[in-house]
């Protein structure tokens, strides 16, 4: 098949969930035989990437407009080309998924989450997002939901029933350890925390929970944002030297971190099945997340919630001994293998594909 993958800041992955998601669904496209288009905002050095194809256009680097701006770009250059079946992403491109029908060229849209329940977000932006959320139940092919709550919501709020497709992750910690110690971390001493850093991922909530717990572990802030530079001094604004802000870490760096941490933590309330809570659990780490139905789904009895005890959960788990923390490790990995491998979730979409034509 010939598909197209618009929507995402494009690969390889540097940003956020949607870019990993991109980078592995494609490349295990491009694997099976398929031939796959990713259309990117980043320049890269090569108009391919590990087989893939990638097409670099603008876009207007402004907060409301980026994603919209290139995807509008985007589907104007598929609209002069040909592809057996369209992957949109994100619901705020659901007025693009229209288009490509209207020349014979079937569409999907990976809705991701409630993204109007987002904090960063005005009143138009909010607004905007609920009108996309109407428009992708009549103008895809096919909604595809990554979250089984956020499935119910669709079918509940708008009666519309879509397809769920979760995110995947590897399984198993990788052994190398260099890159952790090269952050001045020492393998097992230290938590971790991992998202784009804005106000509803709460990054700030996890800094200011960590600083009153007992312990010589570190915690690491992984992560940055666009157009949240406010919120950002506000984390940072730290005296605790436990805390370390590395930015934004991609590839054997971020497998490292989350391989070789003592704990991790998923702070996030908004959004779908959150890629980097299933790779930390795949990896083996000790998850503390935030007691959203969407989180719980994922993390089932492999992990540990929190809601408004993040400093005592904090402090528990950094005095969990080394073989109840092993447990714990090796009951995430269980889960995310029967659950949520990569080559199941790329079974799922050619499936999806194969039906669309």
């Not at 618009?6 to 690969?11: A, C, S």
């Not at 497709?165 to 198993?172: F, K, L, Q």
């Not at 190398?176 to 001493?189: C, D, F, M, Q, T």
């Not at 779908?272 to 990896?283: K, Q, S, Y």
């Amino acid at each position: 098949m010939r598909i197209a993958l618009l929507g995402t800041r494009g690969i390889p992955a540097n940003y956020g969930g949607f870019e990993t998601f991109a980078e592995e669904l494609s490349v295990r496209l491009v694997e099976r035989g398929h031939s796959v288009t990713v259309y990117c905002r980043q320049q890269h050095e090569a108009s391919e990437y590990r087989g893939v194809r990638l097409r670099h256009l603008p876009t207007i680097r402004h907060k409301y407009f980026d994603t919209v701006a290139h995807t509008g770009f985007s589907t104007a250059d598929l609209l002069l080309r040909r592809f057996d079946v369209v992957l949109y992403c994100n619901a705020a491109n659901a007025i693009f998924t229209l288009w490509p029908r209207l020349l014979g060229m079937p569409t999907a849209l990976n809705v991701d989450g409630v993204e109007r329940h987002r904090k960063k977000w005005n009143q138009v932006a909010k607004a905007y997002y609920l009108l996309s959320e109407w428009i992708a139940t009549w103008s895809a092919s096919r909604v595809i939901t990554d979250a089984e709550k956020i499935r119910e919501y669709y079918y509940e709020r708008y009666g519309k029933d879509s397809v769920f497709i979760p995110y995947g992750a590897e399984v198993g910690p990788v052994p190398e350890s260099n890159l952790v110690r090269e952050l001045g971390l020492e393998p097992g001493k230290y938590v971790l925390y991992v998202s784009r850093l804005e106000p509803e991922n709460n990054a700030l909530l996890v800094r200011r929970s960590f600083e009153r717990v007992q312990t010589d572990f570190k915690l690491v802030i992984v992560g940055d944002a666009p157009y949240a530079d406010a919120y950002i001094r506000e984390v940072k604004d730290t005296c605790d030297g436990r805390i370390l802000f590395p930015g934004a870490i991609y590839g054997d760096g971020y497998k490292q971190l989350q391989s070789h941490c003592h704990a991790y933590v998923q702070a996030t309330e908004v959004g779908g099945t959150h890629p980097a809570l299933i790779e930390a659990m795949g990896r083996g780490a000790l998850v503390l997340y935030f007691d959203t139905p969407e989180n719980s789904e994922v993390a089932g009895d492999a992990a540990v919630s929190f809601t408004d005890d993040l400093p005592e959960k904090l402090q528990w788990a950094v005095r969990v001994p080394k073989e109840e923390r092993s447990r714990w490790g090796a009951k995430a990995m269980r889960r995310v293998e029967r659950l949520y491998s990569w080559n199941a979730v790329t079974d799922a979409y050619e499936e999806l594909f194969r039906s669309l034509l």
